[in-house]
Structures are given as C-alpha cells and as structure tokens.
C-alpha cells in the first residue's frame, strides 16, 4: 500500500534529498561480520553467575543449554532451525533484562567420531586394530582437534549469540570427570550391574547399541516354514516360521503355548534339528501366541532377546554361532552345530545357503513374502544382529520414577503435548539401558579387576593397587560408555557438577527452555530429566520445546543419502542469515514441519530475503524524512499535541507488544510447576513473528508513515511530535523484530538519530506497553478523543474506497468523489480528507450523494459510504460486462445446484468431494449475490 517498496528516493513533497551515506540496498555480508565482531567485543552475550538473583543480583537467571552437535558435524539446515529458535529465546530474555546464558558446545560422539576416523584409516589401507587402540585413540584426538568444532564457528555465521566463553565439550577433563562420578554413584548405589544378556549388536560398528539406537526400519523379506521333525518318528513333526534360518543353528528347543491343544502331545518329546538333527526338546511357555504363526517357535537364546528370558526360565543352553562381524561359526558352546561349509560366511550369505539346504532335505515347507520391522544401527544403517553378550546396564526403573512424575505433574512441560503421552508411555515400559560400547573412542569404563584376587570395582581415581587384596595387578574394563551417558548429564557437568559449591550451578541451575528435536526424546532429553532427579533431584529445565524437521516439497526429511539437503551457509551467503533466520520461524508452528525446495532456494528463502529487503527500505524512507536532527523522547512529548494518527499507532505498539509477548511466554512457570492451564502457552514463535512483521510493515509503514508525511514537510511544533512519534515506533519495532532479524535490525537501529556509538539494540530493553496517558487525551481544539477506533473509520473507508474504485475499473489516478452521512464517521474523514485523497484519490463529502449510478460500501464501524460513478466508469459497458458474468454464473450454478441434488452424487462421490462441491456453491452463491447488486445499482 505504501510507496516504501522503494524507498531509494523518499516521496514527493517532502523535500528530502537522497542521503549519500544511506545505502539503498542491505549490505549484509559486511554488516553480519562487522556486527558480529562488535557484539562480541563488547562481551554483550557472557553471562554473570554474581549478577543472578540466586547469587544475590538483581536479574532473574534465563538458561538455554545448546543440544551439542557432534564435534565432526557440519552445520545442516536442521541445526540451522534448531539454533535459530534457540537464539531467538535467548535474545528475546537478554532485551526483557535477565541474566541470558546460552551454553554452546560439543559432543565427542563416540561411535559416530570412531567411524569417521576408522573410514579415514580405511583409505590407507588399514584398520583400527592393525594400527593399536592407544595410537588409534591420539589419532582421533588429533582428528578433533584438527576439524573439531567447525560447527560452532559455523553457527556464528547464522548470528548465534551464545556465550563462547563457555563452550563446552562431553571430553573435556572437566565433563570427563563428572561422567566418572556419575558412574561411580550409580554403582555405588546399585543401580548399574555387569549383565549377560541378549543385546542389540552392530556388525559393522563392533559395538552394543541401547534399544532406542538400535532403531526400526520396515522391510519387506521372506517367512520360512520349516518343518522339525519328531527324533523318534519322522512322519510327526512341527511347523515353525522364522525371518533368520541362519539361526537355526543356534536352536536349543521349540516351544508351545500350554494350553494349545493341537501340541499337547509333543511337550516333552524332542524333535531333531533341521540339517545337524541335533535333538531339541518340546516345551511349553505362556509366551507363545497361539494364534501366531502356526503356534510354534524355534527357541534361540544366544540371537533373540526373548527367546532368551524363556531359555532363563527353562535353563536351556545358549549357544552362540554368528561372530561379532556377523559371520557363521562356533563361537560359543557350539561345538557340531555349524556344518563346515557354512563357516566364515556372512550371516546373510548363509542364509541363502541354508535355504538351498533346507529345501533340498524337504524340510523347507514353504517360503511367504513377510513386511516387517527389522533394527539398524543408527549410525552405519548395518542391520542389527541380536546376540548373547556381557555388557553394563543401569537399571531404568528406579531413575524413570521422578521423571515421569514430572511431566505428569507439571514440573516438566513438552510442547506440542501430543509428545507427552509418547514420554509417559515410554517410561512406564522402560528396560534398562545398556551404557557399554565396544569402542576405543570415548570414556572408558571405570571399573577395574584384579589379576590376584578378581575383585573388580568402580573408583573416581584411577587404582594403584587392588582395594581388597592390595595386589597391583589391576586391569580397566576396555569398553567405553555410550556417548550418550555422557550427554545425560549436559545440564549439570556444563555448570560445572559434580562441584556441588560451584558458582554457575548454584546460578544458573536448573536451566529454563531444551530446543531440540523429537527424535532424540528418549535418547536424551528423557535421560537428562532423570539424572538431574538422580543426582540434583530435580528436574534440570521446565520446558521442552520440541520443534518439527526440515523437509523438501515432497515431505521427506532433508538427508545426505536423498541428496536433498539445504547447505545453510550457502543461504547465509546468498540471502543473508536473517533471510535464512525469518523464513525458518515464519514458517514453523508449534510441531510444525518446514517446507522448503531445495531445488529452489529463491522460492524457498523468498519471505526472509523479501522481508529483510522490506524492512531496509522502511528503515531508510522514515529515517531520510526524519533527518539527523536529534529528536525530542516520546516521554516528553505533551500527551494533548498527539494526533488522531498518533494515538493509533500508540495502541497498536501497545497491541502488537501485548500479542508478541503472549505469543513467546510466559518464561517460566508459577511456583515451580506448570499448571495444566499454562502447560501449552507461549512459544508460539511464528505468531509472535508475524505479530512483530504485521505492526512494522502493514500499521507504521503502510498507514502511520503515510498519515504523518504531511507533517514532516512543514515546520514547527506538530512536526517535532510526529517525528517524535515516529522515531520511537520504529525503535520499538526494530527492537521487537530483534531476535528473529538481529543483523539488519541492528544495523537500522545504529541510524536512528541521537544513537550512541557502543550502544546496541541486542543490549536494548524489550518494548513495554508504559504509555498510557495518551488514551485520555485532548486535542488542540479541545475535544476528547477515542484513540485508535477513529482513525481505524479512515483506514476502513480508505480500503472500501480503493476495493470499489478496483471492482469498478475506475481510472487509476482519476480522482473520485465519496459521499458519507452527518455524524461523527462523516466528521473524522472529513478532517482527515487530506489523507483519503493521497491514498484512495478521493475527495470526501458530507451529505447525500447526487441521484444516478453509485457504488455503495458500508464499513464496519457502520459508517455508509457513496461513491458517485457517472463519468467515472462507461456504464453501459460495465452494465453489460456484469450482465454477461451473472449470466454465466447462473448456469453454472445450476448445474452445480443439479448435482447436488442427485442423492447418487452425494451417497457414492467421496465426502470430501462432496463437500467441496457445497463450498463452492456457497462461494458461486455470495459472488451471485454481489452481482446482482451491482446490476441494480448501476443498470436500474
């Protein structure tokens, strides 16, 4: 509506000339590095534990902890969206005046880190074992501290003000210390065990894998029926049906449901093992369904974790016989049980091969396609080989207890809740978590054995002699810890636990708000609310914020495998980080996938570029027309010399503060918990973007900028006000766009005159709603004014205006003429006439419009409005225009009208076609309406 689409020259009649040192286009590049430099010069985004309420100062501690990407990774557009909500929630609390901490850092990602490092020893020609696990473990230290936190530089790029001086690392002797003491706690309370059970293992890897890393993927394989023989009478036998033949070898009974009668005559007899004849018991368990599969099972207890709590409870044997690399053999009590031929196979390979065997013996019934879920490595993508293995575990139930007690009860809120029930129901059917991995990259297991006595114990310290027999023998467990283990305890080893005296534990523990993702919400975010009960025995935020992903037009996630993902940088570098910055949080609602092409970055970051450009253009039309002069502070102005327009743009800050504060809080909970009434409040990022765009771009730009050009053309006093006025309104917009936009707010901000060199708009308060004196009001001709609602009658007759000049192809620039009744709407467009004919080209007239042709609005304040239209539009044209249009809308609203009435249309078409015929019956139905109104007014 404004004409600051281009705001390279100001409009006419303001007498502005162009500013030579006022850059027509946004230079980014230059103010993203520049602006950045100064911010962290000043030291803007550190953080004082002392200057902390809880340390006896005067603001209120905010904390955000950053999910620390692995210390190898290279920034995506996933940490570019997660990143960026997280920066916007810390600028936002920083201007409100809290004490914001926002701790980067890394995660030394151990099996993740290991491969990478493994790939690169690939290429010489080498593995991890030819080249020794102490010269393997100082190659990958070099390796991390060579490419190590490249992410983090990365992230400045995109304008994250996290405090850098903290930057923290899962490795680091500090956090290394604090995983130890959390073992040994553990341990000391009994709560992790050496278990042997069956576990998730990754061929490929080397390694265990907990249950949640271990992760689902549906496929499509085969279902062999394999018949097992009686050992004592051929022509008898039982069906089993399996998806892994390749284990049969390992079979040590088949199994039955008590109370199936169709095998009740088997339990206790043996039948003989397929291809080895090896004889195999028939037992009965009530963990068999019977009406799955034929209601038999092949009984497997070294490859199957619940065929293994039944060879628990029958006290069967568990024979191993698929190596760790995933290849037959006898590895464990399996003596006989793999026929030469198959051993040193690949797992997969052999199945093949058993297949042929077990066809060609007769024992191969039949062969059924199968889809299922099977589990890969989340790392690798190998597919997952349960197996027989000593590992560590901590047991679950004890630590689960509190945390879900605090999402229950409030303590903890998860935003969207869908994810609660996703928690809960996760929680209450917890298995302990297995926290040993058979890696060299990572914290080592601190558990030693003695070679003279065997006693083996947890220490803090590492042991120079054994604690019981006092020999010096002592080994250290080679296995290290999930990485994971390590990042469980992100919220308190960063503040520096397990110093429980520590300054920044005592300030800025617990932390507020966790910005992350949901696929990690039981890798981490579950596992970080159970340690902070289990070992500062609350919970270590209140909120979880758990944002949508990134995914292309085709809704897949963006990965390097689809070759589909958006580089951020290369959008930093082309539209600039707060085009990249704008686009990710106007486009997310609260759970909210974002789409973008990336095919078609323009498209894609076209409403951040778009905006950021709009804003400079704002920016530097009001700040040419306002000039260098210095402005008197709107505190001072004298409420009485505020105009109509003022007073509007006055509320509508007020409003639009109202609504972004409502939108982002509030930030913290009442009491310590959430009431169910707050537990989904706040964190409304894209409303809150859209209600600070909104205010700067559609109320001050495209209405108070254009009420007040008048004024700032002349001299005097009302000038000063409307600069004034002006000034602040912009300030205040620039502050509330701010955390979303920082770079070219900023860079705005240090233009705005009397602006102070070493002050910053990221250190500036957040806009409060303090003026309110105004609303009360008097002009300078005395009468008492209602404020906004008036000046919005002008804005709804400027709009009808322009729809109706636009519906009746009235010449643009043709200047009509506009009829209101007497009254108080007639008056205040007739005082603010000057403005209607700028902006609808329109004269304003009180009193009846003349007899003829008129087009006709009544506009929501009830105010009627009469815009005469002979000589203004050809009628007879128009009139036969609208003639023909009604026409044809009225056939086809008949048959459309027929169709619907067609029971054989409505009872077989689907509903959704059925309801979208009825809708645009109704849309052709008001457009019919409309129609034949103009018709009556125009052709009598």
């Known amino acids: 509506m404004s004409q600051l689409n281009d705001a390279a020259a100001p409009d006419e009649g303001t007498g502005a000339a162009a500013h030579p040192e006022f850059p027509t286009h946004f230079d980014f590049r230059s103010a993203e590095t520049t602006l950045s430099e100064a911010w962290e010069a000043a ?243 009530a963990y068999v369904e019977r009406a799955f599969g034929t209601g038999a099972l092949k009984i497997t207890p070294a490859h199957d974790a619940n065929d293994f709590d039944v060879g628990k409870r029958h006290g069967l044997a568990m024979p191993v016989v698929i190596s760790p690399e995933g290849r037959m053999g006898e590895i464990v009590d399996a003596a006989g049980r793999v026929p030469a031929e198959l051993r040193g196979l690949d797992r997969f390979d052999a199945r093949r091969r058993i297949v042929q065997q077990l066809e060609a013996s007769g024992a191969l019934v039949k062969v059924e396609t199968h889809a299922h879920s099977v589990r890969h490595c989340y790392r690798c993508d190998t597919v997952v080989e349960p197996r027989l293995s000593d590992q560590w575990f901590v047991r679950m139930a004890p630590l689960a207890e509190p945390a879900l007690a605090a999402v229950k009860d409030g303590a903890v809120r998860l935003l969207p809740e869908k994810w609660e029930k996703v928690y809960i129901n996760w929680l209450e059917g917890i298995r302990d978590w297995n926290i040993s991995r058979q890696l060299w990259w990572g914290h080592r297991v601190p558990v030693w054995t003695c070679g003279d006595c065997g006693h083996a114990d947890a220490h803090r310290e590492d042991p120079t002699a054994c604690g019981t027999c006092g020999g010096t023998k002592l080994e250290q467990d080679p296995d290290v810890f999930d990485t994971w283990f390590s990042s469980w305890l992100w919220p308190i080893s960063t503040l520096g636990w397990p110093d429980e005296e520590s300054e920044d534990l005592k300030a800025f523990f617990p932390s507020d708000v966790l910005v992350t993702a949901p696929d990690i919400l039981f890798f981490w975010v579950a596992r970080m609310i159970m340690a902070g009960y289990a070992f500062m025995g609350r919970a270590p935020f209140h909120s979880v914020y758990l944002h949508g992903t990134v995914r292309d037009m085709k809704h897949r996630k963006m990965s390097k495998s689809l070759g589909n993902g958006i580089d951020p940088l290369d959008v930093v570098e082309r539209y600039g980080a707060d085009a990249l910055r704008w686009t990710l949080i106007q486009g997310m609602g609260l759970g909210v996938d974002v789409m973008l092409d990336p095919d078609d970055l323009d498209k894609s970051f076209a409403p951040g570029r778009n905006f950021a450009t709009k804003l400079w253009n704002i920016g530097r039309f009001i700040l040419l027309q306002v000039g260098e002069d210095p402005v008197t502070p709107l505190a001072q102005v004298d409420a009485a010399a505020f105009t109509l327009a003022d007073r509007w743009i006055l509320g509508r800050l007020d409003a639009a503060i109202a609504e972004c504060d409502a939108a982002l809080g509030p930030a913290r909970p009442r009491a310590g918990h959430w009431p169910p009434a707050d537990r989904q409040v706040g964190l409304r990022l894209d409303a809150y973007a859209e209600a600070a765009r909104r205010f700067v771009w559609n109320e001050l730009a495209d209405w108070y900028v254009e009420a007040v050009k008048a004024r700032l053309a002349e001299r005097g006093a009302d000038r000063e006000v409307a600069r004034a006025v002006l000034v602040h309104m912009f300030d205040q917009g620039l502050r509330l766009l701010h955390p979303i936009m920082p770079f070219v707010t900023e860079a705005l901000w240090q233009r705005l005159p009397g602006a102070t060199p070493g002050r910053f708009l990221a250190a500036s308060r957040w806009p409060s709603t303090a003026r309110t004196d105004w609303r009360g009001a008097r002009d300078s001709r005395g009468g008492a004014h209602t404020g906004g609602s008036e000046f919005d009658v002008v804005r709804e007759a400027i709009d009808a205006i322009r729809r109706l000049r636009s519906e009746y192809a009235v010449t643009p620039g043709q200047t009509i003429r506009t009829y209101v009744a007497k009254g108080d709407g007639g008056a205040v467009l007739v005082e603010n006439a000057a403005l209607v004919h700028r902006l609808a080209r329109s004269e304003v007239h009180v009193g009846a419009a003349p007899a003829g042709a008129a087009a006709h609005a009544v506009l929501p304040s009830g105010l009627e409005l009469a815009l005469p239209l002979e000589g203004m539009v050809d009628l007879e044209k128009e009139c036969a225009r609208l003639r023909v249009e009604l026409a044809g809308l009225a056939r086809q609203l008949g048959a459309l009208r027929g169709r619907l009435a067609n029971e054989q249309f409505t009872a077989r078409a689907p509903a959704e076609v059925v309801e979208g015929e009825r809708a645009k019956e109704r849309e052709w139905s008001a457009r019919a309406e409309q129609l034949s109104a103009k018709v009556a007014e125009l052709c009598g």
């Not at 936190?149 to 923290?168: E, F």
């Not at 051929?234 to 089993?240: H, K, N, R, V, Y």
């Open 43 to 285: 030291r803007l985004f550190r953080a004082e534990a002392a200057r902390t309420t809880r340390a006896g100062g005067e603001r209120d501690p905010f904390t955000i902890l950053i999910p620390p990407p692995n210390v190898t990774a290279v920034l995506h557009v996933g940490h570019g969206l997660n990143n960026t909500v997280q920066d916007v929630l810390i600028r936002w609390r920083r201007m409100v005046g809290d004490e914001a901490l926002w701790l980067p850092g890394t995660d030394h990602a151990g099996i993740a880190t290991q491969n990478v490092v493994e790939k690169i020893l690939a290429t010489e020609g080498k593995t991890r074992f030819d080249v020794g696990r102490e010269a393997f473990v100082e190659r990958t230290e070099a390796f991390v501290e060579e490419t190590g936190g490249l992410i983090l530089k990365q992230l400045r790029a995109i304008g994250a003000s996290a405090d850098w001086s903290r930057t923290a690392y899962t490795f680091s002797p500090a956090l290394s210390r604090a995983v130890r003491e959390a073992f040994v706690r553990l341990h000391e309370r009994g709560l992790v065990y050496r278990g042997h059970r069956v576990i998730h293992w990754c061929p490929r890897c080397l390694t265990s894998l907990s249950d949640e890393e271990a992760e689902f993927h549906d496929s499509v394989g085969k279902l062999y029926h394999i018949r097992y023989a009686l050992a004592d009478d051929a022509s008898q036998g039982l069906t089993i049906a399996t998806t892994r033949p390749e284990t049969l070898l390992a079979d040590v009974a088949v199994a039955v449901h008590p109370d199936d009668a169709r095998y009740a005559a088997f339990v206790g007899r043996t039948v003989a093992l397929p291809l080895t004849g090896i004889a195999l018991p028939v037992i009965a368990d």
